[in-house]
T-cell receptor
Framework: DSGVTQTPKHLITATGQRVTLRCSPRSGDLSVYWYQQSLDQGLQFLIQYYNGEERAKGNILERFSAQQFPDLHSELNLSSLELGDSALYFC????????????FGPGTRLTVL | GQNIDQPTEMTATEGAIVQINCTYQTSGFNGLFWYQQHAGEAPTFLSYNVLDGLEEKGRFSSFLSRSKGYSYLLLKELQMKDSASYLCAVRGSGGSYIPTFGRGTSLIVHP
């Protein structure tokens, strides 16, 4: 158990819908990262937040957005969902801005029908 | 940008030793990670190398050669539970320090 929690574990929805994934980092960690993992793409970095502020952006679509709240939990919002958005979404946390090891949560498996 | 190359799949026998290689090309270098990931589960941190040489941690060891852009993960006394994907991730020297992950090597351990 890494200490990073994610909810929900599974999510099934339809195309065009909007969903919110939630992540709580390890106690004391200030950085949160979101990754998408699909069978044909491997682990793709989406976005990083540090202490409430956006720190780095990766291959995140405009339909996706995220935020980190004062209690340091983070949410990833996915809208206008498409079939290709079906994937495992992982949250990871680290102590500081990015120079530390990332510890991953159990993931949310999103299925878009 | 960063380019990371790992074999797609490897098989080995229980009790044996296996070496999983990772080669990389990066703009700057600020560390290399190995993670283990069982199917459908979270990646679990195994090791971190930033200097050349071998880091040993129980049955697992990781080696780095920065001049060659090369690392390997060595797994000894293989157990069935070691069947998993092994991800190599390299951190460049850009301001965000976000590691780039390879596609992973799927290791199958058979009796």
């Amino acid at each position: 158990d890494s200490g990073v929690t994610q909810t929900p574990k599974h999510l099934i929805t339809a195309t065009g819908q909007r969903v919110t994934l939630r992540c709580s980092p390890r106690s004391g960690d200030l950085s949160v990262y979101w990754y998408q993992q699909s069978l044909d793409q491997g682990l793709q970095f989406l976005i990083q937040y540090y202490n409430g502020e956006e720190r780095a952006k990766g291959n995140i679509l405009e339909r996706f957005s995220a935020q980190q709240f004062p209690d340091l939990h983070s949410e990833l919002n996915l809208s206008s969902l498409e079939l290709g958005d079906s994937a495992l979404y992982f949250c990871a946390s680290s102590a500081r801005r990015g120079t530390d090891t990332q510890y991953f949560g159990p993931g949310t498996r999103l299925t878009v029908l | 940008g960063q380019n990371i190359d790992q074999p797609t799949e490897m098989t080995a026998t229980e009790g044996a030793i296996v070496q999983i290689n990772c080669t990389y090309q990066t703009s700057g270098f600020n560390g290399l990670f190995w993670y283990q990931q069982h199917a459908g589960e979270a990646p679990t941190f195994l090791s971190y190398n930033v200097l050349d040489g071998l880091e040993e941690k129980g049955r697992f060891s990781s080696f780095l050669s920065r001049s060659k852009g090369y690392s390997y993960l060595l797994l000894k006394e293989l157990q069935m539970k070691d069947s998993a994907s092994y991800l190599c991730a390299v951190r460049g020297s850009g301001g965000s320090y976000i590691p780039t992950f390879g596609r992973g090597t799927s290791l199958i351990v058979h009796p």
